[in-house]
């Protein structure tokens, strides 16, 4: 069992960002009121539920779906019962600006609504304004209703994307339309004012989620819409738009801070990357150059970022079923159950943290994402026990971590895979998963999330002892239920 350590999990200092990650369609993949199709997504979506032609392979039930929306106010009590301080939510980009010049100030309301919630339970909103969906009238199809072309090679997609973190940035700075949306909400006049005046909704913003998976995943693989394989040509000129999109929305929410936020010049943005370690494998079977930190590197060079979001999953490593990242390896207690996420590996997380920060010396790092799909949330409490202790260690080996959120606090729709990949740490109605309910001694993610959160928020030689007695209990967990399955 190559990936257990026994880790110290010693914190000189809390950090200050912690809590959880979520994708506002991956919570809300079916709105119920006529604008399902709005974006490219959600128009993949429904030709799903309607037997069409479509990428998506995973179940898609409407009653198995969750419905973020209407229980909002639920699931960020959740997020304060596992002693979060942040919630990184996205903007649903396809949903906002379905058209060109149209932006939809009811649901950017609803927005606020949701931020202004999360702000009255002492949680600071991190917002995400591109998490992979766009608008499905930037896109086209053929007469089979299958998708040719996708929102990014649309010729007006990057003043598209400017015109909508314009509107946000607007609609974010104005005391009137925040006063409006929350008016009938309860609050007393004095939160009300703080939100208007001081303009406290967000702190911190990530431009773009993961551009692998808007260039790699899409146009190499074939696996997200438009699902075009090997599309070498087009990949550079896809990869310039991507950039100039986080550029130009860098750009657009400083000025905006600057001109109108109390403080606004602590308003802090960046990518949020999704890296594997660097090795001769990623290089030789081209990842590193089209989906690694090669594409890190065609994406930024620190100077239009003030933090760097890292993401990471698994390791990428040769294993029988062939190069494929995630497919690799066969010890049954590191194998995630999403298909291409494989090969879970702890120690990985440390050594990417390091080689950012030797790209990037100085910059602030968040662990905007990690996390794990395990149904039966048997052996994921040790892979996140092992991966924050990991990530604690390169923080103490001199690495500026400053933040860590966990994939995801519900089950949510992974896109290509449906609902057959929970992350959740509670399930899509914002309760416990039946397995934390239903057997007992048993140490659910739930609990290991609850009791790690206390611990980086509030750092103590007791609670740093506590969690290495919680790693080896998890861990103790993950064999008996690996030794159970062989049985």
């Known amino acids: 069992m190559e990936n257990h350590e026994s880790l110290t999990y010693e914190l000189d200092q809390p950090l200050d960002v912690v809590g959880a990650a979520t994708s506002d369609w991956q919570l809300n993949p079916v709105k119920c009121d006529g604008t399902d199709d ?42 304060k019962e596992t002693n979060a301080n942040t919630f990184r939510l996205s903007l649903d980009f396809g949903r906002l600006c379905p058209n060109e010049g149209v932006f939809d100030e009811q649901l950017m309301a609803h927005y606020i609504r949701v931020l202004a919630n999360c702000k009255s339970k002492g949680i600071e909103p991190m917002i995400t304004l591109h998490h992979w969906t766009a608008p499905s009238s930037f896109a086209t199809y053929d007469k089979k209703g299958r998708i040719k072309t996708g929102p990014l090679e649309h010729p007006d997609i990057v003043s598209h994307f400017n015109f909508y973190v314009d509107r946000v940035a607007d609609f974010l700075c104005d005391p009137n339309k925040i006063r409006s949306a929350v008016a009938e909400e309860g609050y007393d006049q004095q939160f009300i004012q703080s939100l208007c005046d001081e303009k406290l909704l967000a702190k911190w913003f990530i431009t773009i989620n993961e551009p692998v998976n808007l260039l790699f995943t899409p146009y190499m693989i074939g696996e997200f819409p438009p699902y075009q394989k090997a599309s070498v040509f087009k990949y550079p000129k896809l990869l310039k738009k991507v950039k100039s999109m986080h550029d130009q929305a860098y750009d657009i929410i400083h000025e905006a801070a600057a001109q109108n936020w109390t403080g606004g010049a602590h308003a802090k943005v960046g990518y949020a990357h999704n890296v594997a370690q660097k090795s001769l494998l990623t290089q030789a079977i081209g990842y590193e150059k089209y989906a690694n930190w090669d594409l890190v590197d065609a994406m930024e060079d620190g100077s ?73 949330d048997n052996r994921r409490p040790s892979w996140m026990m092992d991966t924050a202790g990991h990530i604690l260690k390169a923080k103490k080996e001199g690495v500026p971590v400053n933040g860590m959120l966990a994939w995801s606090i519900m089950n949510n729709f992974e896109w290509a895979q449906g609902m057959n990949t929970p992350f959740g740490i509670y399930d899509t109605n914002g309760d416990r998963l039946q397995s934390d309910d239903e057997r007992p001694g048993h140490i659910s993610s739930r609990h290991v999330w609850t009791q790690l959160s206390k611990h980086l928020r509030a750092p103590t030689k007791e609670s740093a002892q506590e969690m290495q007695k919680l790693q080896e209990a998890a861990y103790q967990q993950l064999k008996n239920s690996t030794a159970i399955q062989k049985v």
């Not at 066969?330 to 590996?345: E, L, M, V």
Request: net charge neutral; aromatic share 12%.
């Open 38 to 79: 709005r974006s490219d997504w959600g128009a993949e979506l429904v030709k799903k539920n309607l037997g069409g032609p479509t990428g998506i392979k995973g179940s898609s039930k409407p009653e198995e779906l969750p419905r973020f929306h209407e229980k909002y106010d639920k699931i960020t009590d959740r997020l």
């Open 304 to 376: 239009q970022s003030d933090i760097f979001g890292l993401q990471y999953y698994f390791r990428i490593k040769l294993g029988l079923k062939g190069l494929l990242p995630g497919i690799a390896g066969s010890d049954p207690n590191y194998q995630s159950d999403h298909p291409q996420f494989g090969q879970i590996y702890a120690p990985g997380i440390e050594e990417v943290l390091k080689y950012a920060n030797q790209k990037f010396p100085g910059k602030e790092i968040m662990v905007t994402e990690f996390g794990f799909a395990d149904k039966q």
